[in-house]
């Protein structure tokens, strides 16, 4: 397995070793290799996200062009429209 040097502030490393004297962890490496994967899947799920944002807005501009919408005069009349 790869090794990697890590530069962490005082704070972080306090934080390791909580969850290891926690009983959390066995060791530095599983807490980081956790970290990393929590980290790994977060962005997973952003990348996602963003691609869905970028599949409801093609949506909707295709609706646009498709003449698939309602002009409203001003704010009240859209919010009457959605409050009936």
């Known amino acids: 397995m790869p ?4 530069n962490i502030t005082d704070e972080l490393e306090a934080f390791v070793k ?3 004297t926690g009983g959390h962890f066995k060791n530095v490496s599983e807490v980081h290799r956790a970290a990393l994967s929590l980290l790994a899947r977060r962005e997973e799920e952003r990348s996602l996200r963003i691609e869905k944002l970028r599949q409801e807005i093609q949506f909707g501009l295709d609706d646009v062009e ?3 919408y309602t002009e409203y005069d001003s704010a009240e009349a859209l919010f009457e429209s959605i409050t009936e």
Do not use: D, F, P, W
């Open 3 to 6: 090794t990697q040097n890590v």
């Open 18 to 20: 909580n969850q290891i």
């Open 66 to 68: 498709a003449g698939r």
